[in-house]
Every structure is written in structure tokens, then in C-alpha cells.
T-cell receptor, first 109, second 116 residues
Framework: QKEVEQDPGPLSVPEGAIVSLNCTYS??????FMWYRQYSRKGPELLMY????GNKEDGRFTAQVDKSSKYISLFIRDSQPSDSATYLC?????????FGAGTQVVVTP | DTAVSQTPKYLVTQMGNDKSIKCEQN?????MYWYKQDSKKFLKIMFS???????INETVPNRFSPKSPDKAHLNLHINSLELGDSAVYFC???????????????FGPGTRLLVL
């Protein structure tokens, strides 16, 4: 069993819709949770990170962590075609990032 | 201006050959990493160096040997290449963790390796 599970998609939504992405993780010791965005043929870039449980908002992006259910979420409001990318959730265990499989998101105009 | 750079971007080679991938970062970070991303986009850490010292060494065949000549460079040498080594290899760097805070890892553009 992988440490972080993520549905690979693809997830196709119309422009303006809310994109909802989820991951589950297995190790309750994980404290840091990240979302990376990877455009086609590029390296991943950090989008957001949260510490422990709670919400974090940055513009159109909201990250949520529920440690009781070991569930990580990312919401993208008012999605744009430029949001089309693969989104990878990750947990950080002392510098060792454990990634989910990544969900490919396609936002159609 | 490139923060983390890798060479080459593409590498096509025959089975059994030996090849190297180079990585350089100009962010002044202390820690560098190698990741492998397979055809299903799954990204997995291979190695991590902190100030030229190996600190993470995942279950990777010993045909893979990282080398860090200084803290700005981390190279990956692969001996006796196999078909299953075909993947995208990413280098990343981060500042040394302090006070338990999470660190941002900055990724390079990747090296696409195809073994024929």
C-alpha cells in the first residue's frame, strides 16, 4: 500500500467550475501536507502547504487537512484553462516527500 | 536566472550503457534530491544530499550512484541501463529544515531518459 493514495483522473471540468481534489494517507505521524502543480513536461512546483489539520486559502485555492480521517483536499474556485495540469498531493516526513499518483485536471473553455 | 537546472533534457540510449545526469542549483540551498517519475506520473524520491552528505537513500538498485561535488551540484550516474530505467528524473533542492518547519522543494525541469 502506498503511503499517499490519489485518484489519477483525468478530471475534466468546464471553465468557472470548482475543482475538488482529494488524497488519503496512511501514516498518522505526518504533519506537513503539500499540493504541487505540474504542467506538462515541466517540474512540479509547490502550490500550497498546510501544517496539521485545518484550512488554508490562497486566492482561488483552498487546501484542507483532516487528520482524524487522514484526508487531504484541494479546491480550485472559478477554474481557468490555465489551471489544466497534474496536481500532486504530498506529505513531508523530515525532508522525504511522499507523493500521491497525481490527478490530471483539464479545464475546458 | 534558472533556479534548478538539469542536463541533458533528453537522453536516448541503448540497454547496457552507462550515463550521467547533472544538476545545479543557484538558490544557495543545502539539500538536493533526485526523484524518479514513471510513465504513470508517480514521483518517488531516490536520494537526498545535505551539504554533500548522503542522507536519504531509498531502495534503489546500486547501478544508480549519486555524487555531490559541492552543495550546489548533484549528479546521478547510472550503470548498465535497463529498459525499466526509462522515466523522467527530477532534481530538486531545498533549504535545510529548521525548527521543524516544512521546506519548499524546488524542482528542475526534468531529464527524460529513454532506454532502448
Amino acid at each position: 500500500q502506498k503511503e499517499v493514495e490519489q485518484d489519477p483522473g483525468p478530471l475534466s471540468v468546464p471553465e468557472g467550475a470548482i475543482v475538488s481534489l482529494n488524497c488519503t494517507y496512511s501514516n498518522s505521524a505526518f504533519q506537513y501536507f503539500m499540493w504541487y502543480r505540474q504542467y506538462s513536461r515541466k517540474g512540479p512546483e509547490l502550490l500550497m502547504y498546510t501544517y496539521s489539520s485545518g484550512n488554508k486559502e490562497d486566492g482561488r485555492f483552498t487546501a484542507q487537512v483532516d487528520k482524524s480521517s487522514k484526508y487531504i483536499s484541494l479546491f480550485i474556485r472559478d477554474s481557468q484553462p490555465s489551471d489544466s495540469a497534474t496536481y500532486l498531493c504530498a506529505t513531508d516526513s523530515w525532508g522525504k516527500l511522499q507523493f500521491g499518483a497525481g490527478t490530471q485536471v483539464v479545464v475546458t473553455p | 536566472d534558472t533556479a534548478v537546472s538539469q542536463t541533458p533534457k533528453y537522453l536516448v540510449t541503448q540497454m547496457g550503457n552507462d550515463k550521467s545526469i547533472k544538476c545545479e542549483q543557484n538558490l544557495g540551498h543545502d539539500t538536493m534530491y533526485w526523484y524518479k517519475q514513471d510513465s504513470k506520473k508517480f514521483l518517488k524520491i531516490m536520494f537526498s544530499y545535505n551539504n554533500k552528505e548522503l542522507i536519504i537513500n531509498e531502495t534503489v538498485p546500486n547501478r544508480f550512484s549519486p555524487k555531490s561535488p559541492d552543495k550546489a551540484h548533484l549528479n546521478l550516474h547510472i550503470n548498465s541501463l535497463e529498459l525499466g530505467d526509462s522515466a523522467v528524473y527530477f532534481c530538486a533542492s531545498s533549504q535545510e529544515r529548521s525548527g521543524g518547519a516544512a521546506e519548499t522543494q524546488y524542482f528542475g525541469p526534468g531529464t527524460r531518459l529513454l532506454v532502448l
